[in-house]
């Protein structure tokens, strides 16, 4: 993908970042398991912790929660965006 930034991308600020543009900044694999135990923790809905119960939702099956998608959006900002990060040293791992 083509960009064209005019800082490079260890001196950018959020108004770099052009409204409407999309930015692909990687992917975060993320299993059943990891769905399941995210939603027991912190979501106990029926979609996203019991496969079974899932089917009979609006959904037809589980799927993650919104809050474990803004955790792992977070996950990708704090790698990939914020400038913080950059500045710390934070390596995300």
């Not at 930034?5 to 990891?34: C, H, L, Q, S, T």
């Not at 106990?44 to 929660?65: C, F, M, N, R, T």
Request: glycine share 8%; proline share 4%.
């Amino acid at each position: 993908m083509e960009n064209n930034f005019k800082n490079a991308p260890d001196n950018r600020y959020f108004e770099d970042y052009i409204p409407g543009e999309v930015y692909e900044f990687g992917a975060i694999p993320v299993d059943e398991e990891e769905v399941i135990e995210f939603g027991k923790r912190y979501v106990p809905l029926s979609y996203h912790v019991d496969k079974e119960a899932a089917k009979a939702s609006i959904y037809g099956g589980l799927i993650a929660s919104g809050w474990h998608t803004a955790a792992l959006m977070m996950r990708i900002y704090s790698e990939k965006l914020s400038f913080e990060s950059r500045q710390s040293g934070f390596s995300g791992r």
